[in-house]
């Protein structure tokens, strides 16, 4: 089992700690619903140090990395964090990550906890490229309130826009901003060097409008919103057209797999990823056949109740010819009504908000 840096906090707020990847990490505190709405209307803080990190330094560390991809990470102006995914040969989803432009030639790489070896295996050997995960505590602030307690805290982020990111330091250390998210709202990711970690996660935790919040209530806030899972919605055997990348991939660049995702969109013929919603409290369960008419066209990738909407909602992979949003189709053993739904199923985030 490994350990983030911020372990030891867990106890202070009744952690309760599960295995996710190999890590110890909080499944909930007070409670995922209370969490998920306390995010929703004021602040939510997450321990995501079990996160990769990488810093590519120099054109060429960051050309053999744009090689993987199917974005173009070469030409990301400074400042901006930009989604993609690392493929196979196949055209298969490793991992999906965000990338940011500090300077020129200077870029972070933020990556998932599961297939950190693969990614390392992959790019940690590239001269300009350095694995920093066991250097790094990744606290996320997430919640409309967020910005406001950040800049109480003496953080330079108020203009700081929607997928931008910067450098920037807290108690005389460097550290990494960005405002991405993975809820839905007003959100803030700090990479801080691990001797400042606890610190700082205690002087968030200690804010009024803060609350600390586990891994429960981030796959509930992301489901919602109808963001992926590594692991879940996303894998190797699926390619970015079948997992809702299809809109972001640059088809004018070399990346790997390019050839079989050339002939995957060449056919036309393959799964989508859509987001469904149920009429009630029920909700959709990993794993579960969707059907139609009792014939079956999909299965469930994730799903859970969403608290803010009040329905059970999910991800799943679908045919194309039942992927239109409002179709009617079932799920599960038990044949549980759901429909296709509009991403996100919840619309009232804030995560677009603009600051001045």
């Known amino acids: 089992m490994q350990y983030t840096p911020l ?16 890590w110890a990490l909080p499944v909930q505190f007070a409670g995922i619903i209370e969490e998920h709405l306390h995010t929703r209307q004021k602040a939510g803080l997450f321990d995501c140090s079990h996160m990769g990190e990488f810093v590519l330094e120099g054109a060429d560390a960051i050309a053999a990395f744009d090689a993987l991809v199917y974005s173009d990470m070469r030409n990301l102006r400074v400042g901006l964090c930009r989604y993609s995914a690392i493929l196979n040969e196949r055209g298969g989803v490793i991992d999906d990550c965000v990338g940011m432009k500090l300077s020129e030639e200077l870029m972070y790489l933020v990556t998932n906890a599961g297939p950190l070896e693969q990614v390392h295996a992959l790019i940690g050997g590239v001269p300009g490229i350095r694995n920093v995960t066991a250097e790094t505590t990744k606290i996320d602030l997430q919640g409309p309130l967020a910005r406001d307690i950040l800049i109480e805290l003496g953080f330079d982020i108020a203009g700081l826009q929607y997928w931008n990111g910067k450098s920037a330091t807290w108690k005389g250390e460097s550290i990494v901003v960005t405002r991405a998210g993975y809820t839905g709202e007003v959100g803030y990711e700090l990479f801080v060097p691990n001797a400042i970690g606890v610190a700082l996660w205690r002087a ?18 992301r489901t919602e919103v109808g963001y992926p899972l590594n692991g879940e919605d996303l894998s190797e055997d699926f390619s970015p057209l079948e ?17 079989a995702l050339e002939q995957q969109r060449k056919t036309g013929d393959h799964a989508v990823l859509v987001a469904i919603k149920s009429a009630d409290r029920r909700a959709p369960r990993h794993g579960f056949e969707v059907k139609q008419g009792g014939a079956v066209v999909g299965m469930v990738t994730s799903g859970t109740f969403g608290p803010s909407v009040g329905l059970g909602v999910g991800l799943a992979r679908v045919a194309q010819s039942v992927a239109a949003q409002g179709t009617a189709l079932t799920a599960g053993p038990r044949d549980l009504p759901v429909e296709i739904a509009a991403i996100p199923v919840y619309a009232g985030g804030t995560c677009r908000k603009k600051f001045v």
């Open 7 to 22: 372990h030891g906090e867990y106890a202070a707020h009744n952690g309760k700690v599960v295995d996710f990847h190999g």
């Open 204 to 221: 968030l935790a200690q804010h009024p409008a803060v609350a600390p919040c586990g891994l429960g209530a981030r796959d509930t806030l």
């Open 243 to 259: 997992s809702g990348m299809d809109r972001l991939v640059k088809w004018d660049k070399e990346f790997a797999g390019k050839a």
